[in-house]
T-cell receptor, first 111, second 112 residues
Framework: KQEVTQIPAALSVPEGENLVLNCSFTDSAIYNLQWFRQDPGKGLTSLLL?????REQTSGRLNASLDKSSGRSTLYIAASQPGDSATYLC??????????FGKGTKLTVNP | EADIYQTPRYLVIGTGKKITLECSQTMGHDKMYWYQQDPGMELHLIHYSYGVNSTEKGDLSSESTVSRIRTEHFPLTLESARPSHTSQYLC???????????FGAGSRLTVL
């Protein structure tokens, strides 16, 4: 059974810090990996999608990498801002329609 | 700006009531999904659809049912709500050949 683990579960940093969120998955058969942001009481917003043939994707201050051999993905956030405070979720898609989600990392960026 | 809409956003009802959670998308996406999420926990897929007249059960067993009569509409129904159904329900959609999921804002259900 595919499992997706996110570490840490929660993270609190001062504004301006660079930070890394980690995601690991057990199924090496990967189609793509997605990172989402979820604000309290809201739905999910897609941030980055990495296809299995790619190593990384970048959008603004966000960079996501994928290492299939080790079953890991990281989300790097540069120069964090209070508006980045949210829960960040990663989701693994194998050969089926189904995405398997991690529990998320709750990020707090303090002014 | 999300083009997928869920109603109601919040619902508090008594045990035994029938409820329908609405989900509509204006993007013409073929594939639609319902996820269930308890606080602090993972999203679990409960239903999905490949297109009109297609519905499939997801990984998490659910007493809910869905229908897909129109491309843009994917409602979820609970015939007799119970306190164990208290959760957040998230609807999502995507283009058939693409992979990015677009989510609605969610429907938070509380059954007393």
């Amino acid at each position: 059974k595919q499992e997706v683990t996110q570490i840490p579960a929660a993270l609190s940093v001062p504004e301006g810090e660079n930070l890394v969120l980690n995601c690991s998955f057990t199924d090496s058969a990967i189609y793509n990996l997605q990172w989402f942001r979820q604000d309290p009481g809201k739905g999910l917003t897609s941030l980055l999608l990495i296809q299995s043939s790619q190593r990384e994707q970048t959008s603004g201050r966000l960079n996501a990498s994928l290492d299939k051999s080790s079953g890991r993905s990281t989300l790097y956030i540069a120069a964090s801002q209070p508006g980045d405070s949210a829960t960040y979720l990663c989701a693994h898609q194998g050969g089926s329609e189904k995405l398997v989600f991690g529990k998320g990392t709750k990020l707090t960026v303090n002014p | 700006e999300a083009d997928i809409y869920q109603t109601p956003r919040y619902l508090v009802i008594g045990t035994g009531k029938k409820i329908t959670l609405e989900c509509s998308q204006t993007m013409g996406h073929d594939k639609m999904y319902w996820y269930q999420q308890d606080p602090g926990m993972e999203l679990h897929l409960i239903h999905y659809s490949y297109g009109v007249n297609s519905t499939e059960k997801g990984d998490l067993s659910s007493e809910s049912t869905v229908s897909r009569i129109r491309t843009e509409h994917f409602p979820l129904t609970l015939e007799s709500a119970r306190p164990s159904h208290t959760s957040q329900y998230l609807c999502a959609s995507r283009e058939g050949g693409a992979n990015v999921l677009t989510f609605g804002a969610g429907s938070r259900l509380t059954v007393l």
